[in-house]
């Protein structure tokens, strides 16, 4: 199964790169807790800013500007570690036990994190063990590329690289920035054993017939035949080739043993890992569908497992999300466009169903869904990027934003309005319209370019990400799973959280840090966008008023603090508000901007 030799695997792990690893990942530990008041450094009267472990021996210093959004932008190469008058090398994991009682990590969550940390580190030093893309060259890469430049991760997680279960040669095989390509694993389930979802324009075998083609179908049905088995009593499923090897062929044995499922080796499509680990784009075929997968790993405070009952319902909210947007002239207006996820599959083990607890890793081993490819909708001079992709910042710190401000032509502001005409309006709109809100994250987002320039965006990962929090929003039987009962004075937390402090917060350090824009010129853009968009809805004025998104400040929503209290569960999905951390609140950086 490994073709690495076992020497090839750590070559990225040299004494230089796990230095230079280490000093960013403590800058980004030293910021991000600073921002949830885990950590409250003190500025001392050289201006320089200090952070004093638990039990007041070791001290850091470092030089930090701090921004808006209690944004802190510390220089990673000021910081400096300190004992009884002796400076000591920067070491993360010493870091977290130095401050274990600060960041309130137990004795069993601990270790669990060190290893995490430690999985972080390494892909760190392996994206440094490659030969640096500048973000001007990227700026101009196709879309994969760009995917698999990125070098940050989430950019409020300390811990967002854990992976915990890829050995060494998977995390060089299945890693999105190792840009490996893979072939799936293609299993049959036996239908009265698993469910298939669709939605309402497609059918399980214009699906599959699409994706496989006549010949691996043939191949396929061939292999059942040998075995006495026909194709038609079961449902094709892909599976990760990490999902067989090591939970599937194991876990599942009894299933394969029973021929319940047989595996008929891998498909001939190539596939990219997305920064989601578990999606895979085809690189064969890029207008054929996204393929997503369960995965047993643990990763940013989940398994990234698949309920195969929770899909069930995935391809009905695709449809009711896609309907709604075609038929809401604002929405339409913004470009808005939704990536649905067409089909779901899943495997239901009646043994593990009754032994396990609702949302247990074990009901969510083995179920797929195809989503939509964003490929077959651009037009001619149109180009994709992760929107992940506008914070990553290179090497030398050139700007991947910055580069497609320079290359648009335009100047910083303009630009920045385009995209948040693209990005933030639809939000707006969506919130107030209908109470529906997104989780519109760097990852979760697509844009569509043109010189430079942002279009439109796409939306994707629906199923698991929305939720409609307005009781008075009609939603169809099927798709009531969506509905969530979240307190109303946290309803806007979906902007203020998601949208200002995960995201423009970072994008307005990037670009104020490196003198493309001005932190004022950054944020009355965004509340320009918030005040055009009001004043273009004057039927939703009463909800304006009632979520105000000018209010002078709001609760600060801190994300690291759910992963250091649980990593292996840090929300329940059926109740995301019970697990909010909120910890004081931050100055709403548009509210002086707010129009008479």
């Given at each position: 199964m490994h073709t690495h030799a076992p020497r090839d695997v750590v070559a990225h792990l040299t004494p230089e790169l796990w230095d230079r690893a280490n000093r960013l990942l403590v800058r980004k530990a030293l910021a991000e807790f600073s921002h949830e008041r885990l950590l409250t450094p003190r500025r001392q009267e050289s201006g320089e800013y200090t952070v004093i472990s638990d039990d007041g021996t070791v001290e850091y210093r470092f030089s930090a500007q701090l921004l808006t959004l209690d944004h802190w932008n510390i220089d990673p190469d000021s910081i400096t570690r300190h004992r009884d008058g002796t400076r000591l090398p920067l070491d993360a994991?010493?870091?977290?036990?130095?401050?274990?009682?600060?960041?309130?990590?137990?004795?069993?969550?601990?270790?669990?994190?060190?290893?995490?940390?430690?999985?972080?580190?390494?892909?760190?030093?392996?994206?440094?063990?490659?030969?640096?893309?500048?973000?001007?060259?990227?700026?101009?890469?196709?879309?994969?590329?760009?995917?698999?430049?990125?070098?940050?991760?989430?950019?409020?997680?300390?811990?967002?690289?854990?992976?915990?279960?890829?050995g060494a040669p998977e995390y060089l095989s299945y890693a999105p920035e190792a840009a490996n390509e893979v072939r799936l694993i293609w299993l049959a389930a036996r239908r009265d054993r698993s469910t298939f979802s669709v939605c309402a324009d497609l059918d399980y075998e214009g699906l599959i017939r699409s994706e496989l083609g006549e010949a691996t179908l043939e191949r396929f049905a061939g292999?059942?035949?040998?075995?006495?088995?026909?194709?038609?009593?079961?449902?094709?499923?892909?599976?990760?080739?990490?999902?067989?090897?090591?939970?599937?062929?194991?876990?599942?044995?009894?299933?394969?043993?029973?021929?319940?499922?047989?595996?008929?080796?891998?498909?001939?499509?190539?596939?990219?890992?997305?920064?989601?680990?578990?999606?895979?784009?085809?690189?064969?075929?890029?207008?054929?569908?996204?393929?997503?997968?369960?995965?047993?790993?643990?990763?940013?405070?989940?398994?990234?497992?698949?309920?195969?009952?929770?899909?069930?319902?995935?391809?009905?909210?695709?449809?009711?999300?896609?309907?709604?947007?075609?038929?809401?002239?604002?929405?339409?207006?913004?470009?808005?466009?939704?990536?649905?996820?067409?089909?779901?599959?899943?495997?239901h083990h009646r043994q593990y169903a009754a032994a396990s607890a609702k949302g247990s890793p074990y009901l969510k081993m083995l179920a797929a869904l195809w989503r939509e490819s964003p490929v077959p909708k651009l037009a001619p001079g149109e180009r994709l990027a992760t929107?992940?992709?506008?914070?990553?910042?290179?090497?030398?710190?050139?700007?991947?934003?910055?580069?497609?401000?320079?290359?648009?032509?335009?100047?910083?502001?303009?630009?920045?309005?385009?995209?948040?005409d693209a990005y933030l309006t639809p939000l707006l709109h969506c919130f107030y319209a209908y109470g529906l809100v997104f989780m519109p994250h760097g990852e979760n987002v697509i844009l569509v370019l043109e010189d430079g320039v942002v279009q439109r965006v796409v939306f994707k990962d629906i199923a698991e990400e929305i939720a409609v929090m307005d009781a008075d929003t009609p939603l169809p039987p099927e798709v009531e799973r969506i509905r969530a009962r979240v307190p109303e004075e946290l309803w806007t937390l979906s902007i203020f959280t998601d949208v200002f402090d995960c995201f423009l917060r970072f994008l307005n350090g990037?670009?104020?840090?490196?003198?493309?824009?001005?932190?004022?010129?950054?944020?009355?853009?965004?509340?320009?966008?918030?005040?055009?968009?009001?004043?273009?809805?004057?039927?939703?004025?009463?909800?304006?008023?009632?979520?105000?998104?000018?209010?002078?400040?709001?609760?600060?929503?801190?994300?690291?603090?759910?992963?250091?209290?649980?990593?292996?569960?840090?929300?329940?999905?059926?109740?995301?508000?019970?697990?909010?951390?909120?910890?004081?609140?931050?100055?709403n950086p548009i509210a002086r901007f707010a129009r008479p």
């Open positions: 994991l010493d870091l977290f036990i130095e401050l274990r009682t600060a960041l309130g990590l137990d004795e069993e969550i601990l270790p669990v994190y060190l290893e995490e940390i430690s999985s972080t580190l390494a892909s760190s030093a392996f994206k440094l063990s490659v030969a640096p893309v500048s973000s001007a060259e990227l700026a101009n890469a196709p879309f994969q590329r760009i995917e698999t430049g990125m070098t940050e991760g989430h950019p409020c997680f300390v811990a967002n690289n854990g992976r915990l279960g890829f292999t059942m035949a040998e075995l006495g088995l026909d194709l038609d009593d079961f449902h094709l499923m892909p599976v990760h080739p990490w999902q067989w090897w090591n939970k599937l062929s194991v876990t599942f044995a009894a299933e394969v043993a029973q021929r319940n499922i047989v595996c008929l080796g891998h498909g001939d499509d190539t596939y990219l890992a997305q920064q989601s680990i578990r999606t895979f784009f085809n690189t064969s075929d890029p207008s054929k569908h996204y393929v997503k997968t369960a995965l047993s790993v643990l990763n940013m405070g989940f398994v990234r497992g698949l309920s195969a009952e929770y899909m069930e319902a995935t391809p009905a909210i695709n449809d009711w999300l896609a309907g709604l947007v075609a038929e809401d002239a604002v929405l339409r207006r913004t470009g808005l466009d939704v990536i649905r996820e067409l089909a779901a599959v899943g495997y929107m992940a992709s506008l914070l990553h910042v290179d090497r030398d710190g050139g700007s991947f934003a910055a580069a497609l401000i320079a290359q648009s032509g335009l100047d910083a502001r303009t630009w920045l309005r385009r995209y948040l990037i670009l104020s840090a490196n003198g493309t824009l001005e932190e004022d010129a950054f944020w009355s853009a965004v509340a320009d966008c918030v005040s055009e968009y009001q004043d273009a809805n004057p039927e939703l004025a009463e909800r304006f008023k009632r979520y105000d998104l000018f209010c002078e400040e709001f609760a600060l929503s801190c994300l690291n603090r759910l992963q250091l209290r649980d990593n292996r569960q840090m929300v329940d999905i059926q109740d995301p508000a019970g697990a909010l951390q909120l910890i004081g609140t931050l100055k």
